[in-house]
């Protein structure tokens, strides 16, 4: 009887839905302005661009700044953003509804890494979000963006923003 009660408790548990999760959460960098950096003077360059738009732009929401740092003819692959400059201006300041604060010394948001090759920067961001299962519980995950700089200025993006999902700007 023994046997057969492992037996089958052994096949349930075989074929029921795997629900236990067990994950590391994300770490975030505690100098992240030293992620913006690199010895190779073309890397370095890409990086401080990058970091520009998120000081700048993203977290102080100074968009009448966007043109020193995002090329006219930007091309955009968040869904819920068209490309070109006037049109990425006029998500962040008019469906957003994002106002200008005081430029802070440093960037607040949760970078966890940042890479640089060629023409390409990506910034690895910490997230926190609910867990959908249980509301009163939270999971850790990642965010990133993409860009493409060239002549000093962003001409690409990339992120893994949903079709009518806000950016997270935690």
Request: net charge negative; aromatic share 8%.
């Amino acid at each position: 009887m023994r046997n057969i009660i492992l037996a089958a408790a052994f096949s349930l548990a075989a074929t029921a839905p795997f629900t236990a999760r067990a994950q590391e959460a994300v770490a975030v960098s505690e100098n992240p302005e030293v992620l913006f950096t690199s010895p190779d003077p073309h890397l370095n360059a890409n990086k401080q661009v990058v970091y520009k738009i998120i000081l700048e732009l993203l977290e102080a929401g100074h968009w009448d700044k966007a043109s020193q740092y995002i090329a006219d003819n930007y091309i955009q692959h968040n869904p819920n953003a068209q490309s070109g400059l006037k049109p990425v201006v006029h998500y962040f300041t008019e469906v957003l509804k994002v106002q200008p604060k005081s430029i802070p010394a440093k960037i607040s948001m949760k970078v966890a890494d940042v890479v640089a090759e060629g023409d390409l920067v990506v910034v690895t961001y910490a997230r926190t979000d609910k867990d959908p299962k249980n509301l009163s519980k939270t999971y850790s995950t990642t965010w990133f963006d993409m860009w493409r700089i060239k002549d000093g200025k962003a001409t690409e993006h990339w992120d893994p923003a949903l079709l009518n999902e806000a950016p997270d700007l935690r």
